[in-house]
């Protein structure tokens, strides 16, 4: 990746070969550490979309409106998708090793006698994410949030130091028509979520921010 490695909100995904494969949809971020671990494309047609996770190694360099992926990642034939439906056995821990059998009853039981209950297993269909265990998928536009509750914008580019794939800065927009950008550092981040960037600082400090140019 290059020097100034930044992801921007619609940014248009090429392959090696300068194909379009898709826009990105997120960005997926160790909210300990602040390394970006996976972007999330979003490919197909509107009727038949699908997400993909693609790790940021595949990544080549990134401009303000693409990004462009090593020949290594295809056309993400091979990258999974975002999110699956897997069936969860709801008590992990109760296995038939564990579970005590019923008595054995034989012939037929009298009158009144009590039938030993069956065990069952309680499986459900749930929907998971395909991305490292303890990271956040944010989502593109996510909105920003003050420590005192202000929506001060929203995230359109996450910058990242390629040294170490670490988000250094979040560039933050916020108006419909005429929007102003500000940059701001991600040690002011309190938490990040799939919605929303909470930061630890309240609005004035934000709006001592100077403007960036951004468009």
């Known amino acids: 990746m290059d020097a100034k490695t930044q992801f921007q909100r619609n940014a248009t995904i090429l392959s090696a070969e300068g194909k379009q494969v898709g826009l990105i949809e997120r960005v997926v971020v160790n909210p300990e550490t602040n390394v970006l671990t996976d972007i999330v494309v979003r490919t197909g047609t509107l009727l038949k979309k699908e997400e993909k996770v693609v790790p940021v190694g595949l990544v080549d360099e990134t401009a303000e409106s ?14 999974p998708p975002f999110e699956e439906k897997r069936l969860v056995d709801e ?5 038939a090793s564990t579970r005590k059998e019923p008595p054995l009853i034989v012939g037929y039981p009298a009158l009144g006698t009590p039938m030993a209950p069956v065990p069952t297993e309680k499986i459900v269909t749930r929907i998971e994410q395909n991305i490292p265990a303890g990271t956040v998928a944010l989502k593109e536009g996510a909105k920003v949030v003050t420590a005192e509750g202000k929506h ?7 910058l990242v130091d390629p040294s170490v794939d ?5 560039l933050v927009s916020k108006g419909l028509f005429l929007k102003e950008a500000k940059l701001i550092p991600i040690v002011w981040v309190m938490a990040f979520g799939e919605d929303n960037v909470h ?16 468009g």
């Open 66 to 79: 693409q990004i462009v992926l090593r020949e290594e990642a295809g056309e993400l034939e091979g990258c």
């Open 91 to 95: 008590h992990p821990n109760s296995s």
């Open 152 to 158: 001060v914008g929203n995230v359109e580019r996450v």
């Open 166 to 170: 670490q988000v250094t800065h979040l």
């Open 199 to 214: 930061l630890r600082v309240k609005k004035d400090a934000i709006e001592s921010l100077e403007p960036v140019p951004f």
